[in-house]
């Protein structure tokens, strides 16, 4: 995992990557993030009837959020997370079953109302962060040839599939070169598959002015691939580790610029949920302090909720202290240090379960909720 | 909690915090406390009950009006040696100067 002072060389470097090429991650600091679904929170056209299938399109897109950002920046937020955008295999409303990584995804509408939507963002100074994909493609086949532009066996690992033992046992071996849930897996060894990604994505940042990325399945790759990634982004990316490690989530810091911060969303809600002592919350920086220099902490994600988990108040119990709880949750992601992020519908107190019911949609509720809830 | 989250936000933009240090001001089983500059963050796990504790490592100074973002009115303190905070049912509170 390397020393903390060579970690502390790899940030200080991402930082100044990101510094000379677009948003730095200082500035980043300052903003608070909105993360949204984009097939889930407002339709172009609309219309506000229900979804039938959570696990399919329900049909939000990128009109629907020009035409609600009111909403958004009514709460103050000046930063928005939105889904992967490249073309998707069928029934990819989520985004991460990539097909033509030059492709947008034609279910969140054109390119050029993507165009628009950035604008739109920029107008307001809004800033926009994307999901990107860097792992994987969308099949869980061994048939590539649709996977644009990289479609020959040779791109991806040998067939095997990371099992739950391979995570709680850290064997970055096949967690690196299995499949995640069966998806083919890339091989960023290979030389034209990691210049291809590279290139890809130093194209988009640039086409479409992101001001940010957030990066998926992180420990899922070389550490390496994503130095250079993030190099090559010139942005601001913060990674998902899905992990409540401290050492192992803080391992990955400087390899994407920041990380998702994980351990904080685990601490925070087992304290309050659960009624734990509070003085949990010092030793969770004392905890931190242990495996990275704290002042990291700035350029982490704080989150108490977010697509990959049930949300918080879907936990069983008395739905009022639910509620009490849940804000003091929100509160800490936004005042503590760290970039806050709020996902959509904790502000409409969104209470649904395991993925899919975990993304809801939003756009029934989109005029009246203020005059309803406070 | 739209209006709770404009409320937090714009405090947290009007006194651009993440220019400031975070500074664990005070811990117990029952509260936890933290500043970064002159914005007081008190939060509880007590939702059913009040909490009442009297802080006196604070980031402001003795003649200082602050008052609670979410009663900027009615929730207000001159500081005078340590600060009186108390929390009813579960709730939050983030002082700031007047």
Redesign the interface.
């Known amino acids: 995992m390397g020393s903390k002072s060579t970690r502390l060389a790899v940030v200080v470097l991402a930082l100044l990557v990101a510094m000379v090429f677009g948003r730095s991650a200082d500035e980043w600091k300052s903003r608070t993030i909105y993360q949204l679904l984009t097939d889930r929170f407002a339709r172009g056209d609309g219309s506000s009837d229900g979804c039938g299938n959570l696990g399919y399109y329900c049909g939000g897109n990128y009109r629907g959020i020009i035409n609600n950002l009111d909403y958004i920046q009514g709460m103050g937020f000046d930063a928005i997370w939105i889904s992967p955008i490249i073309d998707n295999y069928n029934g990819g409303y989520h985004g991460y079953w990539g097909r033509n990584i030059y492709s947008l995804n034609g279910n969140f509408g054109s390119e050029q109302d993507f165009y628009d939507f950035v604008n739109a963002c920029h107008a307001r100074d809004i800033w926009v962060m994307v999901d990107v994909v860097g792992n994987h493609m969308g099949n869980t086949d061994t048939n590539y040839g649709s996977n644009y532009l990289l479609n020959d066996a040779s791109h991806y690992h040998d067939y095997c599939i990371i099992s739950d033992n391979d995570f709680a046992t850290y064997n970055q071996n096949r967690i690196e070169n299995c499949r995640l849930a069966g998806l083919a897996d890339l091989k960023q060894e290979n030389d034209y598959v990691r210049t291809t990604l590279l290139t890809w994505i130093n194209t988009i940042v640039k086409k479409y002015n992101i001001d940010g990325l957030r990066v998926d399945t992180v420990p899922e790759v070389p550490k390496w691939f994503w130095q250079q990634f993030t190099g090559s982004s010139g942005v601001y990316t913060v990674g998902e580790v899905f992990n409540g490690d401290m050492g192992y989530v803080g391992g990955y810091v400087g390899t994407v610029t920041s990380v998702l911060n994980y351990p904080f969303f685990y601490w925070v809600r087992d304290t309050l949920f659960n009624t734990k002592d509070m003085t949990n919350l010092r030793s969770y920086y004392s905890e931190w302090s242990k495996k990275i220099d704290l002042k990291q902490l700035n350029y982490m994600a704080n989150f108490v909720d977010n697509h990959d988990n049930a949300r918080w108040l879907s936990w069983g119990g008395d739905w009022e202290k639910k509620k009490k709880v849940f804000k003091t949750g929100n509160l800490l992601a936004l005042t503590s240090v760290g970039i806050p992020i709020v996902y959509y519908g904790s502000e409409q107190y969104f209470a649904g379960g395991n993925d899919p019911n975990n993304r809801e949609i939003l756009w029934r509720n989109l005029d009246r909720y203020i005059f309803v809830l406070s | ?6 409320t ?3 405090a ?2 009007k006194h ?3 220019n400031y ?2 500074v ?1 001001r005070y ?6 406390a ?1 500043s ?1 500059g002159k ?1 007081l ?1 008190c ?6 009950s009040s909490v009442s504790k009297s802080i006196s490592y604070h980031p402001f100074s003795n003649g200082e009006v602050i008052c609670n973002i979410f009663y900027p009115t009615s929730d207000c303190i001159t500081v005078n040696g340590p600060i009186s905070v108390y929390l009813l ?4 509170k ?1 002082y700031v100067p007047r």
Request: proline residues 0%; aromatic residues 16%.
């Open positions: 909690m739209y209006i709770f989250l404009r937090v936000i714009d947290r933009k651009q915090i993440w240090d975070q664990e811990a117990d089983s029952e509260i936890y933290f970064r914005f963050v939060t509880t796990n007590r939702v059913n049912n579960g709730e939050s983030i």
